[in-house]
């Protein structure tokens, strides 16, 4: 179907088979490839076979290679690539010698030391000429390259809209000056890939999923397009949370805490909701989201209650609670303690030790942080927590550093985490 479409559109295109570590089903690939591209070679330009097997550790150097003899012999008038990372053409550069130009992916905001949007384009450039030094040919195809618009931040590069489209505005720009080939990932937003790859894969097109254009070559652009419902959930809450001053009678000191507290995490509600909606790709996911939003709902009502009110809640301790001898506002706000601070900690333990592909949830954690800080202040020394508070507080702390050392101190997402996770930390010390 595909070879036909181009046909109808004067189009060419390159043709691909998937090697992988399945040797019957890679042989069944290559065999389908040979005998499309000999059916089509009026529209085939090149083939590809095999993409970041190397980086995969799929199939060894050499079994590679014979994949791809054993394709140019069948196409002889056909030019054979092979597409991976450029650090692996620069580790395995016998490769060009068995194909007939190099395809090199550069990704500046996938690689191990990732570069922030403002060093890619250069970063980019210069990977280029140093994978053309080392394997001495001019003959190079910029197979993927490009930068996601949404996903969680990498050291200092920020997937974002405006990003992806200065990324690719500067790239098309520099590669026609130059007189590169090369191919922009991806024509469209591929959420499926958010199983795989976390948020960010879902979101390199130049098209969303819906094939809506998202102006990344031209065109005006917001990293807010939803800025009205936005707007209007964040302007629902105020209102609603205003409710609690009814009838109140409370000091200017009093209405400005208020206020401010209400706008503030009004905001910052809804930008968690949006980024769930972004990130959750499972009924896991989904039901996490969901706990972690009616928890910090329960929250937002309590402080903004305690303050119009003008009181500060009583300790309560944990055998108390269960043991139903308070109850009350007083109680519930402890139990939300207890709830928000086992969330950060799960948190802190998944993003310390397997968080390539998670997100930092600061939006919503603010909140819950900023509330009991101010709920409990002058009043931590009479916190009797026990021994699960304690072994809780070692393991924010160091897991903290675990994070801090993975992201450094250039992803701003991961600063605020660390902050949200320490003032947590904080109050169980």
């Known amino acids: ?197 976390g948020a960010v894969g879902g979101f390199w097109g130049l098209f969303d999923k819906d094939r809506v254009d998202k102006n990344v070559f031209s065109g005006d652009i917001s990293n807010f397009p939803n800025y009205k419902p936005l707007a209007l959930g964040s302007i629902a809450l105020i209102l609603l949370f205003s409710l609690l001053l009814k009838n109140r009678d409370i000091n200017t000191k009093e209405i400005f805490i208020f206020s401010g507290a209400n706008t503030l995490f009004a905001l910052l509600f809804m930008l968690q909701i949006e980024q769930y909606i972004i990130t959750v790709r499972t009924m896991w996911e989904l039901a996490w989201a969901f706990l972690v939003v009616s928890t910090h709902l329960l929250i937002y009502y309590f402080l903004l209650s305690y303050i119009a009110y003008g009181k500060k809640p009583q300790i309560v301790s944990f055998e108390n609670i269960f043991a139903k001898k308070i109850k009350g506002p007083d109680s519930s706000i402890m139990i939300l303690f207890y709830l928000s601070f086992i969330f950060v900690l799960i948190s802190n333990i998944a993003l310390a030790f397997d968080g390539r592909y998670r997100n930092f949830e600061i939006y919503i954690f603010i909140i819950s942080v900023i509330s009991y800080l101010w709920l409990y202040r002058g009043q931590f020394e ?46 169980l010390f």
């Not at 993927?144 to 974002?160: F, I, Q």
């Not at 916190?383 to 801090?404: C, D, N, P, Q, Y």
């Not at 992201?407 to 904080?426: C, K, M, P, Q, R």
């Open 1 to 197: 179907m595909i070879p036909r479409i181009a046909r109808e559109n004067g189009l060419k295109m390159y043709m691909g088979a998937w090697v992988s570590s399945d040797k019957i089903m890679t042989q069944k690939e290559i065999n389908m490839l040979i005998k499309l591209a000999s059916e089509n070679q009026d529209i085939v330009k090149a083939v590809i076979v095999g993409n970041e097997v190397l980086l995969r550790g799929d199939a060894t150097e050499t079994l590679l290679a014979g994949y791809i003899k054993q394709v140019k012999e069948a196409l002889p008038n056909t030019q054979v690539t092979y597409a991976d990372v450029w650090e692996f053409w620069v580790k395995h550069p016998h490769i060009k010698e068995v194909t007939d130009f190099v395809t090199v992916h550069i990704l500046p905001y996938w690689e191990d030391d990732p570069t922030n949007i403002k060093q890619s384009i250069g970063h980019l450039a210069d990977v280029r000429g140093e994978v053309e030094a080392i394997l001495k040919d001019k003959n190079i195809l910029i197979g993927e390259t490009g930068w996601p618009s949404e996903g969680r931040m990498r050291e200092d590069a920020l997937p974002s809209k405006i990003n992806q489209a200065i990324f690719v505005r500067e790239f098309v720009k520099l590669a026609e000056k130059e007189g590169w080939n090369y191919n922009i990932i991806e024509a469209f937003d591929q959420p499926w890939k958010r199983v795989s790859e």
């Open 382 to 427: 009479n916190m009797a927590f026990g021994r699960f508070e304690k072994v809780s507080f070692v393991i924010l702390a160091l897991t903290s550093v675990v994070i801090f050392i993975n992201e450094t101190y250039l992803n701003a997402f991961s600063d605020v985490w660390i902050a949200i996770s320490l003032g947590f930390a904080y109050i």
